[in-house]
C-alpha cells in the first residue's frame, strides 16, 4: 500500500516537516520526482536539517529511504547532503536505497541550466539553476544517463559523447562562465562514492514490499502549480509533481495507491519567475516573508507571498485527488488584523473558479473574502479544541469549499508542533 504526500502550491509547503512526522507509520519513504531543486527543512530536538534529494524518512532508525527512478540524481550533492546527515545517522547505508533507473545530473546539465537562464533575460524561469530542466529533457530525449549505467563499461564513451553535445548547446547559447574541468573531477570523484551506495531495482523491491503487506510514503517536491502539465507553464518544473506522477516514478500501479495527503500553507508563496495572482508587493507580503521565514532552503532567494489562492489549491486538490489535507503555517499568521483567500477569479470582466489554461498570459483579478484574524497567539500546546474561533472558522471555510478534512495542523517547525484532529 502506497499514501502519497505533496505540495498543493507552488512549493516549500513543508512536505519535509510532515513527511518526517509521519514517516512511524511506514515502512518505506520514497522519493518519486524531481532532485536536489528540492530543499525539505527538519527540526527535532534542537536540531535543523535541509534534505535535497534524499527521502525525509532517513532520521527514524528502522525505516528505508529509497531515492526513486524518477528522481535526477546528482552525485555531488547527494554525498554533500550524506556529510550534513551521517552523524545524526550513522546506519544511513543500510537504510538508503537508490534506483539504478534514476538519471544523473552531469556537470554540464548544470552548466546548460546556467547558459538556457542567462539566454532568456527577463523571461527566465527562476531555476535553482541545478541542472533539473537539461537532464530531463536528455531523459524524454533518450540521450540521459542512468546511475546505472555508471557500472557499465562503456560509462565513459557515453559519457563524453552526451558532454559533447552539451557543448554544442552551450557554445550555442554564447554561455562562457564555466569551468569544466574543475567540475568534472568533482563530479567523479563524487560518483565514484555513490557506486558505493546500495543501486537497485527499486521498482521491485517496492512491489515486493507491497505484497509484503508493507506500508510506503511517496514523498513529494516541487508542489503542483510547478507541474510540468499542469502548473502555470512554462514556469514549473520539468517533473510530473502531481499524484499521477507516483506510478511512473516508483513503479507502481495506480491502483496501490491508498492516500493522498495534500500540504498547504494557509497562505501563498512562489520563489522564481512565473504568476502568482495573489501576490502581495506590499508591506503585507514583506510581513508574512520576515515572519514566516520565507527564503528559499536550497537557494536562500527570498520567497514571494501573498494571499491563500482557494482556485489553485481547488484545482490542485482536483487533480491529485486528495483524500487528506495538511496545513501548514498559520502561526505565521498571527497577530495579522484581517486574512484574506481569494475565492474567485475574475477575467475579462466574468468570475470565475477556474484556473485559466495560459495563466501566464491572462489578466487574473482575485476576488477576495476577509476573516477576522486569529489574534496575538496560535499554539499547538492546547490541541484543536484550545484553537480560536476565528481560526476555526478559517479551517471550516477551506475544508467546505474544498469539500476535503484538514486532519493535520501545523503550528512551528519543530516536529512536536503539530495537532493531528482524529474526526
Ligand atoms: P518543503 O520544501 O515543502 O519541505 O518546505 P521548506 O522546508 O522548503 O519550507 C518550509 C519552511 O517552513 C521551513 O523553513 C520549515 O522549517 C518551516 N515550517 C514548516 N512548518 C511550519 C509551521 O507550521 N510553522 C512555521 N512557522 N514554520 C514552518
Ligand atoms: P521543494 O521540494 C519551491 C521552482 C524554481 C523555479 C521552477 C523551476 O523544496 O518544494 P527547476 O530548478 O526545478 O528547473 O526550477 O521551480 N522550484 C521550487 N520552488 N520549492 C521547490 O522544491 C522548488 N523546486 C523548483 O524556483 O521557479
Ligand atoms: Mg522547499
Known amino acids: 500500500m502506497v499514501d502519497v504526500i505533496l505540495g498543493l502550491q507552488w512549493g516549500d509547503e513543508g512536505k519535509g516537516k510532515i513527511a518526517d512526522f509521519l514517516t512511524p507509520q511506514y515502512d518505506i519513504v520514497a522519493r518519486f520526482q524531481g532532485g536536489p531543486n528540492a530543499g525539505h527543512s527538519l527540526e527535532f530536538e534542537g536540531k535543523k536539517f535541509v534534505l535535497n534529494t534524499i527521502p525525509s524518512g532517513i532520521f527514524r532508525k528502522g525505516i528505508l529511504n529509497i531515492i526513486g527512478n524518477g528522481v535526477v540524481v546528482d552525485p555531488i550533492r547527494l554525498l554533500a547532503e550524506i556529510d550534513r546527515i551521517k552523524d545524526e545517522c550513522p546506519d544511513y547505508a543500510e537504510r538508503l536505497l537508490v534506483s539504478k533507473k534514476a538519471h544523473l545530473i552531469l556537470p554540464t546539465h548544470r552548466i546548460l541550466d546556467a547558459a538556457s537562464e542567462a539566454s532568456k533575460g527577463d523571461a527566465k524561469i527562476g531555476s535553482t539553476l541545478r541542472g533539473i530542466g537539461p537532464t530531463y529533457r536528455d531523459k524524454t530525449g533518450r540521450s540521459g544517463l542512468r546511475i ?35 567540475e568534472e573531477t568533482a563530479f567523479f570523484a563524487a560518483l565514484e562514492d ?7 531495482n527499486s ?31 512554462p514556469f514549473v518544473t520539468s517533473s510530473t509533481t502531481l499524484a499521477g506522477g507516483v506510478c511512473s516514478g516508483l513503479g507502481v500501479a ?27 508587493n506590499d508591506d503585507m507580503g514583506e510581513l508574512l516573508r520576515k515572519k514566516g521565514h520565507e527564503f528559499g532552503a536550497t537557494t536562500g532567494r527570498p520567497r ?27 502561526d505565521v499568521m498571527c497577530d495579522i488584523p484581517e486574512v484574506k483567500a481569494a475565492t474567485s477569479y475574475t477575467i475579462h470582466g466574468e468570475e470565475t473558479n477556474q484556473v485559466p489554461a ?50 493535520v495542523i501545523s503550528l512551528g517547525p519543530e516536529r512536536d508542533k503539530t495537532i493531528v484532529r482524529n474526526k
Open 358 to 407: 495560459n495563466l501566464c498570459s491572462t489578466d487574473v483579478l482575485p476576488n477576495y473574502r476577509t476573516f477576522t484574524g486569529f489574534g496575538a497567539h496560535l499554539d499547538h500546546s492546547g490541541g484543536f479544541d484550545a484553537l480560536p474561533d476565528s481560526f476555526k472558522d478559517y479551517i471550516t471555510f477551506i475544508e467546505e469549499n474544498l469539500n476535503t478534512p484538514i486532519r
Open 148 to 182: 546505472g549505467d555508471a557500472l557499465e563499461a562503456d560509462f565513459i564513451d557515453r559519457y563524453k559523447q552526451t558532454v559533447e553535445m552539451h557543448l554544442t548547446q552551450i557554445a550555442s547559447l554564447g554561455y562562457t562562465q564555466f569551468n569544466l574541468q574543475e
Open 203 to 233: 521498482e521491485y523491491l517496492i512491489n515486493e514490499a507491497i505484497q509484503q503487506g508493507k506500508k510506503i510514503l511517496a514523498e513529494g517536491a516541487q508542489g503542483s502549480m510547478l507541474d510540468v502539465e499542469f502548473g502555470s507553464y
Open 194 to 200: 555513490l557506486k558505493k551506495l546500495q543501486l537497485v
Open 304 to 330: 514571494r507571498t501573498g494571499w491563500l489562492d482557494m482556485v489553485a489549491l481547488k484545482y490542485t486538490c482536483m487533480l491529485n485527488g486528495v483524500d487528506e489535507l495538511i496545513m501548514m503555517k498559520s
Open 254 to 280: 495506480p491502483k496501490q495507491i491508498r492516500k493522498v495527503y495534500g500540504i498547504f500553507k494557509s497562505y501563498c508563496t512562489r520563489v522564481g519567475g512565473g504568476p502568482f495572482p495573489t501576490e502581495l
